[in-house]
């Protein structure tokens, strides 16, 4: 019995050095230390993964609508933003407890990361500024002077990289939430009337006062005029030749009437009118 037990004890004895010896083996601790790592990184990643979706919840709670997809797809967007920021965290420290650093690593990632993605984060990061300001919400109205070009119409959609915008002569115009939040933007989100300004140039010849109570009377005998006390008539310059007015009225901007036909009608109008002046 004492030397079976004396056996027993010599394998034990041997088995615990060979696994010792394994273990002192730098490539073996190596594998070892990397396998523990990865387990550490699972457990640290599913806490990351719940974070993540605590933290996106109580961001983007005040703000989603629910039923409108676009906004629902950012919230996610955002989710898994804080996700890979967390599980990048996780990686480094799970590898740093086992002694291994892949700190400089992980910076490279970030690094390439960032220049592959700037301008999708640009415009993700826009898209929520966008989505928290009351005034920019779908529906409103407002006037983005976008270099030389000026836009007037209704947000119809805000999705994770541009702002949608219908104008009132129904283009469809597509802007980068970037080039958005960073352009020249008047809202009228309150307003259910708007005005509009036409130019307009007179032969000084003409008996300027006939001209003035000519073109309010013309202006405000269309139905698209509202509020029509308010209709100005207003001059601007003029010369020895001609003498340049502007003419302004209310309109309605939910009546669905493209500004450039309003303008067209009331121009025609008023052509018409001092032609007819102009003979007698």
Request: glycine content about 6%.
């Amino acid at each position: 019995m004492n030397t079976l037990g004396s056996t027993v004890s010599n394998a034990k004895e041997s088995f615990l050095d060979m696994v010792v010896r394994l273990y002192q083996n730098p490539f073996v601790s190596k594998i070892i230390s990397i396998i523990l790592a990865i387990v550490i990184a699972f457990v640290l990643l599913a806490l990351s993964r719940i974070i993540a979706g605590y933290i996106k919840n109580k961001i983007t709670r005040g703000f989603i609508l629910k039923g409108n997809k676009s906004i629902e797809n950012v919230s996610s967007l955002i989710g898994d933003i804080i996700f890979y920021a967390l599980a990048m965290f996780s990686f480094y420290i799970s590898f740093s407890i086992v002694g291994i650093d892949i700190g400089l690593i992980l910076w490279g990632i970030s690094i390439w990361v960032g220049f592959a993605f700037r301008q999708t984060l640009t415009n993700l990061i826009s898209g929520i500024m966008i989505f928290t300001t009351k005034e920019y919400q779908p529906g409103s109205i407002v006037y983005v002077k976008l270099g030389k070009q000026e836009v007037l119409g209704k947000i119809e959609e805000v999705n994770m990289k541009d702002t949608i915008i219908r104008a009132f002569d129904f283009r469809r115009i597509v802007i980068p939430n970037a080039k958005f939040v960073s352009s020249l933007i008047k809202t009228y989100s309150l307003e259910s009337v708007l005005k509009l300004e036409i130019d307009l140039n007179i032969d000084i010849n003409l008996d300027i006062e006939k001209v003035i109570d000519l073109t309010l009377l013309k202006a405000n005998s269309y139905d698209f005029v509202m509020y029509k006390e308010y209709t100005q008539v207003l001059i601007d310059t003029f010369d020895q030749k001609v003498c340049k007015m502007k003419v302004s009225f209310c309109f309605n901007p939910n009546a669905g009437i493209p500004t450039d036909i309003m303008k067209s009608k009331v121009q025609a109008g008023l052509i018409e009118e001092y032609k007819k002046l102009m003979k007698n």
